[in-house]
């Protein structure tokens, strides 16, 4: 059964940057895409970065340039680094993991707060 734990994030002001890590057990050497969602009130998630096995890496535009998403495939770890941090930053990050393009799984997200 694939597992995952998240850790990092809290709270921060303006401009400054956080780390969000998450570990996926279960996987095997099962290929995976991994990456992070965040979640506001009253709005559905949505793909802030994620990582294939190969390298290739998505942004949302809103972020790129300012975090940067990494993974470790031997350790089936995802990292996402967050800098210079914005109040519409703000949200509950999820870490997403997508085996073998078909089965799906979701961390139990971890509050980011970014003060003015």
């Known amino acids: 059964q694939v597992q995952l734990v998240e850790s990092g994030g809290g709270l921060v002001q303006t401009g400054g940057s956080l780390r969000l890590s998450c570990a996926a057990s279960g996987i095997g050497n099962r290929i995976a895409v991994m990456g992070w969602y965040r979640q506001v009130p009253g709005k559905q998630r949505a793909l802030v970065a994620r990582a294939t096995a190969g390298g290739n890496i998505f942004y949302d535009p809103s972020v790129k340039g300012r975090f940067t998403v990494s993974r470790d495939n031997a350790q089936n770890t995802v990292d996402l680094q967050m800098n210079n941090l914005k109040p519409e930053d703000s949200g509950v990050y999820y870490c997403?993991?997508?085996?073998?393009?078909?089965?799906?799984?979701w961390g139990q997200g971890t509050q980011v707060t970014v003060g003015q």
């Open positions: 997403n993991v997508v085996v073998s393009g078909v089965w799906e799984y």
